[in-house]
């Protein structure tokens, strides 16, 4: 299979607004189990010979396109599922599945907002730098419950070894891909915030129907890493380029 990447005639407008609330949970993986789930030409980007994925929880706020005012933007809870991936000239977040309790996100979808959006429940409780997060996709396709405060020491168990490294390494992947409605096609969007700043997560719970599906990722090959918090971050998405994926001809 040979990946071509290619600017579309139309592109989707840039969309802005701000991250109220971006919560990552991270789980470190067995690469081999990972490229099972990942479609040419991505690959695992690797930390110290584990891959890297996750939850993306995220609440954005005053969401529209640049060439309207945030007050015409609206509030939205989301979640993206995310690999980190690297591809020959790049490296992002592959997302396999992204779900909103918005109905104007999962219209847009595909439209103004890459990637097909799925309808999903959320409950969320926040006082004072405790966070208790659940998602429930309508679809019965995910669930994800995190409880989680805000401290000072990153985990110490966790593959990066320190907070500055894993804010690097999730910095460099603010390109994501997004299954296209064409079968083998991949939209790409940037994500661009005003100010990058990350704070380590104390996690006292966590569950995820994909992380433990044990048909997806046998016992072991999908540990719970860290978890890490964004909050009233100014931002924008921009489309970049579509990925397609063709046969090569054999001659």
């Known amino acids: 299979m040979k990946p071509s990447i290619y600017q579309p005639r139309f592109h989707f407008p840039a969309v802005r607004g701000v991250i109220e609330r971006r919560l990552l949970v991270n789980f470190r993986c067995n690469p081999e189990v990972l490229e099972r789930l990942l479609p ?9 010979g584990w891959g890297m994925a996750g939850i993306c929880l995220v609440r954005l706020s005053g ?7 945030m007050v015409c933007g609206h509030t939205s809870e989301n979640a993206a599922h995310r690999i980190a991936v690297e591809w020959d000239g790049g490296e992002g977040v592959f997302i396999p599945r992204r779900d909103a309790n918005a109905l104007v996100n999962r219209l847009a979808g595909g439209r103004i907002f890459l990637g097909i ?9 926040e006082v004072e730098g405790r966070f208790e997060v659940e998602m429930r996709a309508r679809d019965g396709g995910a669930f994800v419950r995190v409880k989680t405060h805000v401290t000072d020491v990153f985990p110490e168990s966790s593959i990066f070894g320190s907070l500055a490294k894993a804010s690097e390494f999730f910095k460099s992947g603010s390109l994501g891909w997004s299954a296209h409605a064409e079968a083998g096609e991949y939209e790409g969007m940037e994500l661009r915030c005003r100010q990058w700043r990350m704070e380590p997560m104390a996690v006292e719970a966590v569950e995820s129907s994909f992380f433990g599906n044990e048909e997806l990722f046998p016992k072991g090959s ?10 009233n971050i100014a931002h924008e998405w921009h489309a970049r380029v579509r990925l ?6 054999l001659v």
């Open 40 to 48: 040419p030409p991505f690959r695992p980007k690797l930390v110290n």
């Open 63 to 69: 969401t529209a396109p640049t060439f309207l005012p």
């Open 117 to 125: 959006q799925q309808a999903a429940d959320f409950n969320v409780a």
């Open 222 to 231: 999908a540990v719970f890493d860290s978890a890490l918090l964004m909050r």
């Open 244 to 249: 397609k994926v063709q046969e090569e001809v």
